[in-house]
């Protein structure tokens, strides 16, 4: 019965946006307010009330037997990229309304109330700006300096919030950052390989990681390629690719520490066959949960760099451009959730989110937990993107299990046994 309650539900949100080439919802766009207002429509028929804030946010609230206490959260998004898949973020909203029919179904009331959020804009491919929504509710969005941001239409960010009956000058009022929350909770499709190959249930997630990025320059001389004698070039392109073979060798040697390392970008200029590179600019990103270990692997980096230099005469120049502090989510909070996992027998793991969710905003302002489930061949922001309703469901009853320990307890700051 809820399987195919669940199944139903995705599928409806899963009709708006939809393509042969994958689901289009892009922040603030048509598509994802036809999504907004199902979400409205499923809330107000389940008896909560439903607000949308200056974000763009969609919150919509059961009532508490003590409407005083701080809310507990759930939710995800509903917004995509371009051509994604049917169950990142909204498999969190679907779950989230899944539990409120289930309390109202069992008729169980909680001391704290719950709200439900399909938050606004988590995905950067409209504006290149990442959880406006969840960012602005934890009081960390400044729309200064972005507000001509423009998508691929030339629409900028201004504009788009109007569309969207919002006014960007009003974003900060989303915050919430002052207000006591009692916990939030995410499920999320894990969008990695681990759960699956493990064959496991949930991924409870303990930290989110942030990216270190650095623009690396590597200027050379530009000569001919057939009258250059090879040792007497100075040839940015393979002073790069060292340079690109060091990273993979300083990721590879904190993989205990569960970091990552990639040059997913390089150009070369000229860029003519027959013409040895004067310039290659290549694009790294280093992530990990473990601040330290990230500033092992800039240091290794940083010193194949010099070494590139000095051995094939080129000078380099390299430019922080983000430098982020990663994620732990608070013990208690994912203890409590490992303990309902082994309350329910479902199989789990403890995790490392290597993307950014939701979560990781919330996370600064309320106790929050992050509930991963497996997804097929770790595909995602794909049109293929695919985990099974069986997956989903575990979830919710997992997220349930969660948001009741923590909405019944009768006081303010109990925190769940
Ligand atoms: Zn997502």
Not at 130 to 145: C, E, V, Y
Not at 227 to 240: K, S, Y
Request: hydrophobic share 40%; glycine share 8%; with cysteine.
């Amino acid at each position: 019965m809820s399987i195919r309650r669940i199944e139903q539900t995705l599928h409806q949100f899963n009709k708006i946006g939809y393509s042969e080439d994958g689901m289009n919802r892009l922040a603030y766009t048509k598509s994802e307010r036809k999504a907004k207002e199902l979400f409205k429509e499923l809330c107000e028929s389940e008896n909560l009330r439903v607000r949308m804030d200056h974000a763009g946010n969609m919150i919509a609230r059961r009532e508490g037997v003590n409407p005083t206490l701080p809310p507990v959260l759930t939710g995800s998004h509903l917004d995509t990229v371009i051509n994604g898949g049917k169950y990142d973020g909204t498999v969190g909203v679907v779950a989230a309304i899944e539990l409120i029919r289930r309390l109202n179904e069992q008729q169980i009331q909680t001391n704290h109330p719950i709200e439900i959020i399909s938050f606004a804009a988590e995905e950067s491919s409209r504006f290149g700006l990442a959880t406006i929504g969840s960012k602005s509710m934890a009081g960390n969005f400044k729309p200064r300096n972005v507000e001509n941001l423009k998508d691929k239409n030339g629409i900028n960010l201004e504009d788009a919030f109007f569309h969207a009956g919002l006014n960007l000058s009003q974003v900060e009022e989303a915050s919430r950052k002052n207000e006591t929350i009692k916990a939030f909770f995410e499920v999320h499709i894990e969008q990695g390989p681990v759960l699956e190959r493990e064959q496991l249930d949930i991924g409870v997630v303990t930290g989110i990681a942030a990216p270190t990025r650095l623009k690396v320059t590597v200027k050379g001389k530009a000569s001919h390629s057939g009258t250059t004698p090879m040792d007497f070039r100075n040839d940015a392109f393979l002073g790069a690719s060292e340079i690109g073979l060091a990273v993979e060798r300083a990721a590879k040697a904190e993989a205990d520490n569960g970091t990552v390392a990639t040059v997913g970008d390089c150009t070369i200029a000229p860029g003519a066959m027959n013409v040895v590179p004067d310039t290659a600019e290549m694009k790294i990103d280093i992530r990990s949960v473990d601040m330290e270990s990230k500033q092992k692997v800039m240091k290794y980096v940083k010193d194949a760099i010099k070494n590139v230099e000095r051995k094939r005469g080129l000078s380099v120049h390299s430019e922080l451009l983000t430098n982020d502090e990663p994620v732990i989510l608070k013990q208690h909070v994912t203890s409590s959730i490992l303990q309902t996992c082994e309350q329910l027998s479902v199989s789990y793991r403890e995790m490392a989110s290597g993307a950014g969710h939701d979560a990781m905003n919330m996370a600064r302002i309320c106790p929050t937990g992050l509930i991963f489930i497996p997804c097929r061949n770790g595909l995602s922001h794909h049109k293929d993107e695919f985990s099974s309703l069986d997956a989903i469901g575990i979830a919710c009853d997992v997220l349930e299990k969660e948001v009741l320990k923590w909405a019944l307890s009768a006081n303010r700051n109990a925190i769940p046994k």
